[in-house]
């Protein structure tokens, strides 16, 4: 779990660091073009996951194309429309520390389309006080924050995408491997993201330089090993059990941030809310 945390954690920074790239050669990082920008990524990503994957089309004619579809867009292409634009609105530092409302969506949502308990008195508690960190992190997230309260609503909708695409992965992994689950997510997700930024095509070759180039194929990678590795353990073990571990994730995003994106440093919004909403996703896994 620490391995997907850092992970996941390095892809703050190298997004932003594409959009910093592409500033500098007077490229407007919009909407289509960072559709493409995902895309190609996602894309990527997934072909890796389907080669190293045993039978996935055989795997696939196993399994309701309609759940894989829903999949692919709730924990790809939802989820990413909504982080890339967030974290061109707002802050890295920001992302990184909000990416953790996903353990606090899934406790809502599990009991509802899972049938598993509903939270206790305790967790109930410790869901307020996540979502109390998460108002104090917006309200003072530090310099380089842009429009955070828009970002904070972004980065929180999209967690709530990605643990509506945990759920149908669950319903998945009874008739496919979590690799070729994930692949099919991806691959699918992507190009939904590339057809998306239909207006960016035209522009596609001046996108990407040598060091987007680089940076797309290593964010690629974090999307093929961090995804495959999570999905992997939610086939081994209850996401229940598996979601409190995901406090590391923010702790790891908002380190690697402060230390790799130039112009940003976490305020007191974040530092205080941050202790309250990593106090709450470990006080939610030991409330269990």
Aim: aromatic content about 12%; hydrophobic content about 55%.
């Amino acid at each position: 779990m620490l391995l997907i945390a850092l992970l996941w954690g390095s892809a703050f920074p190298a997004i932003k660091a594409i959009y910093a790239e592409w500033s500098v050669r007077g490229i407007d990082p919009n909407m289509p073009n960072r559709l493409m920008l995902a895309g190609v990524r996602f894309m990527l990503g997934g072909l890796v996951l389907l080669l190293l994957a045993r039978h996935p089309f055989r795997e696939l004619r196993q399994t309701s194309f309609v759940r894989i579809l829903v999949f692919a867009c709730a924990q790809t292409y939802v989820q990413y429309f909504l982080f890339y634009t967030a974290l061109a609105v707002s802050s890295a530092v920001l992302g990184g520390l909000l990416v953790g409302s996903g353990s606090i969506w899934w406790l809502l949502l599990a009991p509802l389309l899972l049938k598993s308990p509903w939270p206790t008195r305790w967790q109930w508690g410790f869901i307020t006080l996540g979502a109390a960190g998460v108002v104090f992190a917006v309200y003072k997230p530090g310099a380089g924050s842009g429009q955070p309260l828009l970002g904070g609503v972004l980065f929180c909708l999209c967690t709530l995408s990605g643990s509506f695409g945990l759920i149908f992965l669950q319903k998945i992994l009874k008739t496919m491997g979590a690799r070729a689950a994930t692949g099919f997510g991806l691959l699918i997700g992507g190009f939904l993201l590339m057809v998306s930024g239909v207006a960016g095509w035209p522009g596609l070759l001046e996108l990407f330089s040598t060091k987007v180039i680089w940076l797309t194929v290593y964010l690629a990678f974090v999307s093929a090993l961090g995804f495959g590795l999570w999905n992997h353990l939610t086939s081994l073990f209850p996401v229940n059990l598996l979601a409190g571990y995901r406090f590391l994730v923010p702790i790891c995003a908002v380190v690697e941030s402060s230390l790799l994106v130039s112009g940003e440093s976490p305020g007191i919004g974040i530092a205080v809310g941050g202790v309250m909403v990593i106090v709450a996703l470990i006080g939610l896994q030991r409330a269990r």
